[in-house]
């Protein structure tokens, strides 16, 4: 997705809410609402930030994935009468490593703090975005992000080197910050994910290898870059920091063998969880961009598993639009989508986690509140558990904090 830069400020306003003024992929924000189904039921709200990056020169037209054709109708199952909020919420306490965890981009219209009182079910990780000329111990301070911990969420950071080079940072010329980064995490004491240069075999970010020199000497300062900044983690004692590896999963269908996120995979030993971002974007007026899960993520997941077989996958940021038919498509694909991975033939094994994606970046929407299809299928759709009683979709973060394998 095209980002969208934005700058962390601390006022009184982000001590409430980090999200505000952090910056996303695709950039975006929704205005404050109720749940579906009311005089208070969400809009599509404004842009947050800056405008869009100009693509590089040799900018590609990617081939997209199979679509669906024709586009498939949505026959959802019916959900029993009841209110989704007269549900008791879900606790994951089984200490059983199986299963699908959930996390989310959280916004003020639903932060991570209400998730599990909106949707009756808990999150296993936070998302936030924050760029390198931002504070993280300001983050941890001031945003609710700080308390994460205590509510069973683990922080997960999505840590954009905005406007620098790849060489500079392979080279030490940002140590001072990466080392004060370090050393703000590892006084923590708890496990926190960082999600750094994101999206980088993609031409809309600074980081990007589009934007870095386009040739396989982009991917070396990439690995170089990588390497270095993970040993100066290490080097300050924060191993309770873990590192995850995500490309763009709409992007893998490039000619140029140097824009291949295989060949910008820094190695097993520097790498924790492998991620992919994706998004179904299609619409009612825009049909040929609406893809089931399958047709949107298959590829880039079994990409992710030929990288790293050893490493556990996670959609670590993805989501479905509103359709245009008032949730119905919406709620069909996401009740598709949960099934699919609570199921005991699930095809993607290696898929640990999945994050949702809870902006709008005008035009999407993208938000589990969009509408009532949408939301009552979220709710309903993760109270499923497995043959041995434990809960399909997850949310105790502290198995998910102990997954190294698939």
Known sequence: MIGRK??????????????????????????????????????TGGVIGGGTPTPAPHRWTPTPPPTPTPVPTATPTPYPSTSPQSLPILTDNSQTNSGVFLGAVCTPQIPCSQFANTFRHGLAVGV?????????????????????????ITPEITWKPTNLNLVDIANGKYDSYIISAAQTLKGLGYPVYMRPFHEFNGFWYSWGLPNQGASPQADANFIAAWRHMVDTFRAQGATNVKFIWCFAGGSIHNPNAWDNPAAAYPGDSYVDWVGFDNYNRGTVNDQKHWLNFDNLNSGAYNLAVQIAPNKPVMWAEGAANEYGDGGAMKGYWIQSMLNELSSPTNPYPHLREITWFELDPSPYMYDSLSSTPAYTSFVWNMRSYNQNGVL????????????VTP
């Open 6 to 43: 934005n700058t962390l400020r601390f006022s009184a306003v982000a001590a409430v809410w980090a999200v505000a003024t952090l910056s996303a992929c695709g950039g975006g924000g929704s205005s404050p609402g109720a749940l579906p189904g009311g005089s208070n039921s969400m809009t």
């Open 392 to 403: 399909n979709i997850r949310s105790n973060n502290q198995v998910f904090d102990s997954i």
């Open 128 to 152: 936030v975005f924050l760029d390198w000329s931002s504070s993280l111990s300001q983050l941890f301070k001031w945003t609710e992000v700080g308390q994460w911990n205590s509510m069973g």
